[in-house]
């Protein structure tokens, strides 16, 4: 006489598993991606300079919802290597019913929680510089819309606050996510990054994404 509630800041912990068109639909993004990369070298010369000047060859960052490091490394004009350590959430409620008296029950919510680092690596392809430029719009510290091809490593929990009751679920090991993204960072460097995919790790798939807050560190050769 129990019902298990589970919930997981980080998306992976959603509690379904995607069928196996979505491990399909995640090879053929990765794919599609591969000739955006390709491209990625080439200049536009209606631009009338080169693209190489739109930002800075790397930024850092630092995220307070979604905490983590972050390091972002341009690779071309229009792709760059954006790599994070963060700590990952996870926990379980459960409300287990309890006879007291006879033909009397009652029931407490009882919960457990842990976190654990994870490292992420992964590529992004930028494909609205030149319209945000266009439209006078800001592209420092690569503000842009992107697509991108990513893997992550969770560890196991660093600490665990566990009731017997709740036990946590496990949630190290490799995912591989494929994500449409847009990041941002505005005045005094305030940073919002929203990104949305899907996903593929140790219990299948799963609808895959980041939602970040945080501070860009100021880069004096940023531009635009």
Avoid at 29 to 45: H, R, V
Avoid at 92 to 118: D, Q
Avoid at 125 to 140: A, C, P, V
């Amino acid at each position: 006489m129990s019902c298990t509630v589970y919930w997981r800041v980080n998306l992976i912990g959603y509690a379904f598993i995607l069928s196996q068109t979505m491990k399909k639909t995640i090879l053929l993004l990765s794919l599609g991606l591969m000739p955006l990369l390709g491209n990625a070298q080439e200049t536009n010369p209606s631009l009338g300079y080169a693209p190489a000047s739109y930002t800075v060859p790397f930024v850092w960052r630092v995220t307070f919802l979604g905490f983590g490091l972050h390091n972002e490394i341009r690779l071309s004009p229009k792709l760059t290597v954006a790599s994070a350590i963060k700590f990952t959430f996870n926990g379980s409620a459960e409300r287990p019913a309890t006879i007291t008296a006879p033909g009397s029950v009652s029931s407490n919510i009882v919960t457990s929680i842990g976190f654990a680092p994870s490292l992420e690596t992964g590529i992004r392809y930028f494909y609205n510089f030149e319209r945000r430029l266009g439209k006078q719009k800001s592209i420092r510290y690569n503000s842009g819309n992107y697509l991108s091809v990513r893997a992550r490593y969770i560890m196991p929990y660093l600490r665990e606050w566990e009731d017997s009751r709740a036990p946590l679920p496990s949630i190290d090991g490799v995912y591989v996510d494929a994500l449409w993204g847009f990041q941002r960072t505005y005045r005094r460097n305030f940073y919002l990054n929203l990104s949305l995919g899907v996903g593929v790790g140790r219990d299948g798939g799963y609808p895959a994404g980041d939602f970040l807050l945080g501070y860009t560190f100021p880069n004096r050769k940023a531009a635009q």
